[in-house]
């Protein structure tokens, strides 16, 4: 794949993508159109060397493997990444209708930087579970996919010290506004539960039954900019929730492309932003259930396991021109100068010197340049889903990511070449 070609590829997958239950959907049929095959947890699994297949689970996480060869003799070679990112969900009773505004009250995901998301042009998708008219209990993903919202910031003239000391309360400063409400209606209680009914029957499609009855929801909002190549030289993509969509994108791609002699597996888990504890989180037995099938018994599991090796694949923070000093000296990655090799003494990262020097030979064959970081010895580090499928699986594992600047914010910048960077070395991973 050129790398023209890749880029806009991933560009339409996060525009595609505004939570991770539409990445999943996407990432789907992205694998049916290669040739995939779905299987599905509830039933047995013939699968033999060969096959190309692909599970979902609560239709937000996936795992999709190629297997090449016996799996016990030859081990399988892993990408993992994380399909959720920090964001604003709607609450199970969100209206406010005081001063004469339609608002929705919302709940921080994860570790957003907030500031961002005033005075954006915002939309809204998820799922909803609903009653249909056969009385039986259906969901559907919805995306409104117009700017329905904003979150307008008090002028300065209200708060002249704005700009030095402004702190955002979650509870009374985050809720949307969308719209003025019709005279003498200030008493909406149900009112969006009505709106969100109207919009499953308009996207319910394939001859389902319709909607009568919403019955529960998750709903984040998102910004509506669309991701962009920028810069004066295209340097950068710049894009939402690019942590991780990337990689995942990435480790899709890389997957399809490899056809080779090696087993491959990608698995791109949900929830890790608020630490993976769920059934779709890798703290879930997910991958461990997933492999378990496939290798036949804890025997073959674990001799699998041995011969196994697992790429956890995260963005990384790129040095900061204008805050350097919050940088280690001597590890502060540069965008589009490879990927990133991300180590930490007290296994914050799974990386081992082991794993690493595995990478930096692919690295090297896929004519990638490579990076290292290591978080200042002064402040705390972050973590992946690398730790935690290390302790459950016991398999190596190597941490790395592609440098990034505004993580969490409602909008990152990443390198342009640094994403084809880390499709061509897991491409040469997973060969």
């Not at 969100?94 to 929705?104: A, D, F």
């Not at 879930?284 to 699998?304: Q, Y």
């Not at 010895?377 to 699986?393: Q, R, W």
Request: aromatic share 6%; net charge negative.
């Amino acid at each position: 794949m050129q790398n023209e070609d890749f880029v806009n590829g991933l560009l339409d997958f996060v525009r595609e993508s505004p939570t991770p239950f539409h990445a999943v959907q996407h990432m789907v049929a992205i694998l049916e159109a290669a040739g995939f095959k779905r299987l599905s947890e509830k039933e047995a699994w013939d699968v033999a060397v060969g096959d190309s297949c692909f599970i979902t689970r609560n239709d937000s996480s996936i795992i999709a493997f190629r297997i090449a060869q016996p799996l016990a003799e030859h081990g399988i070679r892993m990408v993992g990444a994380h399909t959720d990112s920090p964001c604003l969900k709607v609450k199970p009773n969100p209206e406010i209708t005081g001063n004469g505004y339609l608002q929705l009250g919302v709940e921080v995901y994860g570790g957003a930087l907030l500031n961002p998301w005033f005075d954006r042009d915002l939309s809204l998708a998820g799922r909803v579970s609903y009653l249909d008219e056969e009385g039986s209990i259906a969901h559907s993903l919805v995306n409104w996919q117009k700017a329905i919202a904003t979150i307008p910031s008090l002028a300065i003239h209200l708060d002249r010290e704005a700009n030095e000391n402004r702190k955002i309360n979650r509870q009374t400063d985050l809720p949307p506004v969308l719209m003025r409400l019709p005279e003498g209606s200030e008493e909406q209680d149900d009112c969006f539960k009505a709106l969100l009914l109207d919009m499953v029957n308009a996207q319910v499609s394939g001859g389902r039954e319709k909607a009568v009855k919403v019955l529960g929801y998750e709903l984040s909002f998102y910004d509506l900019q669309p991701p962009a190549v920028v810069g004066l030289r295209d340097d950068f993509i710049a894009a939402a929730r690019l942590d991780n969509l990337l990689s995942c994108y990435t480790g899709l791609m890389a997957l399809i492309d490899s056809r080779g002699s090696q087993n491959g597996l990608l698995i791109c888990s949900d929830h890790e932003e608020v630490g993976s504890v769920s059934a779709a989180g890798a703290q879930g037995n997910f991958l461990k259930s997933v492999l378990t099938r496939l290798c036949g018994g804890e025997e073959a599991m674990a001799r699998t396991m041995a011969s196994s090796m697992m790429i956890s694949a995260d963005n990384a923070h790129a040095i900061h021109p204008n805050y350097a000093d919050r940088h280690d000296a001597n590890h502060g990655p540069m965008i589009n100068a490879g990927p990133v090799i991300k180590t930490n003494a007290n296994q914050r990262y799974a990386t081992s010197s082991e794993s690493a020097a595995m990478f930096r030979q692919w690295c090297e064959l896929a004519d990638v340049p490579v990076q290292s970081f290591v978080v200042r010895s002064d402040m705390a580090c972050g973590s992946t889903i690398g730790p935690i499928t290390a302790n459950d699986l016991g398999v190596r594992t190597v941490d790395v990511g592609v440098p990034t600047f505004a993580m969490h914010s409602i909008r990152e910048l990443a390198g342009r070449l640094d994403a084809c960077y880390l499709y061509a070395v897991l491409q040469h991973a997973l060969r």
